[in-house]
Each structure stands twice: as structure tokens, then as C-alpha cells.
């Protein structure tokens, strides 16, 4: 390869590897020719960004400073947030194979270990990057590769030097400037005011290509989305004015309203001197006043019941949970319940599929499947129903198959081969897994990841 191919290769625009060329000369035929206009985007998926109505929320920044107060000073804000990142959080994910040709299973290998367990950042950790798109709108993540030495689990596979994931680091919302979009509205790069080690501050721009963008709210192809605190924010804010009120007047209904009667032939220096001491007037364990002869000072207490504003509180209160009850809801009301709703969350990163080219020649990648996403299960009902499907043969208890119900139950995953049962004298052969469907010592593999999820095997 010359010179002149080498610099072509290094400013060559990055291939995507689900739409790589075989170069085949044989060519779909459909019963009507292609439209060339089909093949090119006319409009634009780019949204018009309108003022907001409150004027805090200006622009983006002033947005997310006022949502950080929120979570910071608000226990019900900050307990909404935590409840809607916790079925996320505690759910299972894992990969899940293309086939089951050995090399799609080491593939599925291979991504198992570099997004669950080879990055410098756990993936716990990722998590919780990604759940900040709830708060702030959008999560973005950048994704970095080093060189690193890897083999499959597989007996007799060589180890060798891959492009392996490094972390998947968080650009927080607070420093991103702007999304950079082409005239079709589709993303192209982001613009981000980076932090330095020594404090300053560099505006940088990456490219898409390396970035994984999670969006909560987002309207055409607006990738910064819609925090979920916006529409928390207007109860939020008369929450806290309301708390104002109640803590005056719990001062006032204690002390009561304090009032000088000033003598005959006062001077307007009496009056400012007066309206100073009943405006500043506070309770405290030192609080007094000295009257001058002839003056008098009292307090008046307020006439009639005075207001309960605690309801009003909790109305708003009420309504601040009931904005992420619906996160709830949706698990349960689109097809396939929590699955469904996870698919928005992992699907970008089935978009993230270059270092699969970078290390494999194919297109046939594993996806990432997720349980238990806000599911909860009767464990003696589970297990008696599949108990029931095994026994009549449904699926094959191997190990891989039984680890996961080890898994699901807290218990060690099974080593090595499963031990044969000890038959004792006078039992009933049937009670010791000499059943069909029951376990199967043949093939077992002393794997001790996730199961990859097969449908056969996940039950």
C-alpha cells in the first residue's frame, strides 16, 4: 500500500459495519423501479426550539441550575429522581448471541466482557450516567478504546490483541454548549466546554461517531430532550413559596404582630425608629424591647383560624411523584411490559457496533437484552411453573440454564459438572431427576457468566 492509500485510509470517513459491501453483483428485483428521490432526505427532523415560559429557563443552562436545586434541596424531588433510576439500576442485563455458530458466540463473548466487566468504569457506574438523562434531558457518553490482549472461555482458543472498550465517560449536560445537526436535522457532532486538570476550560468537538446520546422526552430530532424535572417544577416552586409562608406565620401566629403606639408630638425620626424595631423584630432567646415613657408596645395576635397550608404542600408534593408514576406505567402498558420499555433505553447501544469492525469481520452482531425491569415475581409461583415446564420437557436444564436459575434464587453458581444424585435405599428413582427433561450433565461447559439468553434456555 503506497502513501497516497495510507492518507486516503486515515481521512477516510469511518465505516459503519452494519452496512458493509460484499461487493455482490446480484441485485434485488422489485415489482416497481426505485424512486432516486427516495433515496435522498428532503426535510429536516430538526425541531424549532421555543422560548420557554418562565423566564428562568431562558436558555439551557440557567434550566439545569434550577433542576440541580431541585434535586438538591427538595427530599420529594430527589426521591422521585431515586425512584425512577432504581428499576433500571436493579434489572438484568446481558447479551444475547446472534446464532449459535462458535464464532458469533465468541463475538457474544466478547461484548459480554467489554461492556459488563473489562472497562475502567463498572458498568453499575454507567448506569447511573445514563439515568442522568431523566433529571437533565439527555445523557452523553463518549466512547474510548484502547489495545488490549483477550481470549474466549473456549478450550484451545488463542489469545490475541483486540480493540478493546476502555470506559464509557460521561459528558455532563452542565457542560455541553451545543448539538452541532446537518441540514437533514441529523446529529453531527456535539460542542462541549471540557475542564482541564488545571481549571481551564477548552471548547471541543466530537463527533458523533464516538459518542452514545440517551434521550428522555426528545421531539423530532432534538437529542437533548425534555428533563423530566420541567414539568416538576411548577408545583415544586409553589411548594417552596408555600413553605415560606407557613414558616412566617408560624412566627407570626407565636409572637403575634408587634405594635408601637408613639406619644403626643412625635418626630418622623420616632416613626422611622419605630417602623424599624416592629419590622425587624424576630423571636430568639434574646429578643426584647425597652419602651420610652409614654410609648406603648404590644402584640396582636391574628383574629380567627389561620389557614393549613400542609395540605396544599402535599398536594404538590403528590403531584411531583405522580410526574415520574407514569415512567411507572408506561412499563406496564406497551407490548412486553418492562422489555419494551428498555428497548429505548439500550437500543444506542446497538448503535455503538463499531468495534465490532474494528475486531470481526461481520455483520451479524449479539444484541443486549434486559429483565426484572420494574417486574416483580412470586418466587414460589415462578419456580413451580418452570419446575412444571422442565419436567415435561419444554426445555434442557444444562448448566448454563441452571446457573440462571441459581442466579434468579441468590444462589453460587454451579462449577464443573453437576454431581450425580446419591440414590438412597427404598427412594423413588423420579424424585431424582431420572426424568425426561431432567438435568443433562452432556455439554456443560463450567461457564460462569450471565447465560447468554437463548429463548430456549431463558424460559
Known amino acids: ?17 452494519r452496512k458493509i459491501s460484499r461487493d455482490s453483483n446480484l441485485e434485488s428485483k422489485g415489482t416497481v423501479p426505485t424512486d432516486a428521490k427516495a433515496m435522498k432526505e428532503a426535510g429536516s427532523s430538526r425541531p424549532l426550539r421555543l422560548p420557554d415560559i418562565v423566564p428562568q429557563f431562558s436558555n439551557r443552562l440557567q434550566m439545569l441550575r434550577a433542576f440541580k436545586e431541585m434535586e438538591d434541596g427538595d427530599t420529594t424531588v430527589d426521591v422521585s429522581m431515586r425512584a425512577i433510576n432504581t428499576p433500571i439500576m436493579g434489572a438484568t442485563f446481558f447479551m444475547q448471541p446472534f446464532d449459535d455458530k462458535p464464532i458469533n458466540v465468541d463475538i457474544n463473548e466478547f461484548c459480554d466482557f ?3 466487566h473489562g472497562t475502567a468504569r463498572p458498568f453499575i457506574l454507567t448506569l447511573a450516567d445514563i439515568c442522568r438523562m431523566f433529571p437533565d434531558g439527555s445523557s452523553i457518553l463518549e466512547h474510548v478504546f484502547e489495545t488490549r490482549e483477550w481470549a474466549p472461555k473456549r ?8 480493540t478493546m472498550l476502555q470506559k464509557l465517560a460521561p459528558r455532563p449536560a452542565l457542560t455541553i454548549k451545543d448539538l452541532v445537526y446537518d441540514d437533514s436535522g441529523g446529529p453531527v457532532s456535539i460542542l462541549q466546554n471540557a475542564i482541564r486538570a488545571d481549571g481551564t476550560v477548552d471548547e471541543v468537538e466530537i463527533k458523533v461517531e464516538k459518542l452514545l446520546i440517551f434521550t428522555v422526552g426528545g421531539i423530532g430530532g432534538d437529542l437533548l430532550g425534555k428533563p423530566l424535572l420541567r414539568t416538576a417544577y411548577q408545583p415544586w416552586y409553589f411548594k417552596k413559596e408555600l413553605y415560606k409562608i407557613d414558616a412566617i406565620g408560624h412566627e407570626r401566629n407565636h409572637l403575634g404582630v408587634p405594635v408601637w403606639t408613639l406619644t403626643e408630638g412625635f418626630t418622623q425620626a420616632d416613626i422611622d425608629a419605630a417602623w424599624a424595631l416592629v419590622t425587624q423584630m424576630r423571636t430568639n432567646e434574646k429578643s426584647g424591647v425597652v419602651e420610652p415613657p409614654g410609648s406603648v408596645f404590644r402584640f396582636e395576635k391574628p383574629e380567627g383560624q389561620p389557614s393549613d397550608i400542609m395540605p396544599s404542600i402535599e398536594h404538590h408534593d403528590s403531584h411531583i411523584l405522580l410526574n415520574v408514576l407514569a415512567q411507572f406505567l408506561m412499563l406496564g402498558l406497551t407490548g412486553g411490559g418492562g422489555r419494551a420499555t428498555s428497548g429505548a433505553h439500550v437500543d444506542m447501544f446497538q448503535k455503538s457496533v463499531r468495534y465490532f469492525g474494528y475486531n470481526f469481520d461481520t455483520d451479524e452482531f449479539p444484541q443486549m437484552r434486559v429483565r426484572n425491569i420494574g417486574e416483580t415475581k412470586d418466587l414460589q409461583m415462578w419456580a413451580s411453573s418452570h419446575a412444571r415446564m422442565i419436567h415435561e420437557g419444554v426445555f434442557t ?4 440454564t441452571e446457573n440462571f436459575y441459581r442466579e434468579n434464587m441468590d444462589m453460587p453458581y454451579l462449577l464443573g459438572e453437576r454431581p450425580e444424585p446419591v440414590e438412597e435405599e427404598g427412594a423413588n428413582p423420579k424424585k431424582n431427576g431420572k426424568v425426561k427433561g431432567g438435568v443433562s450433565n452432556a455439554g456443560t461447559t463450567g461457564d460462569t457468566s450471565v447465560p447468554p439468553g437463548f429463548e430456549s434456555a431463558g424460559g
Open 114 to 116: 467489554n461492556i459488563f
Open 155 to 162: 478450550s484451545g482458543a488463542n489469545r490475541k490483541k483486540y
Open 1 to 17: 500500500m503506497g502513501l497516497v492509500d495510507e492518507v486516503k485510509k486515515i481521512f477516510a470517513e469511518p465505516v459503519d459495519p
Open 397 to 400: 436444564l444444562d448448566t448454563d
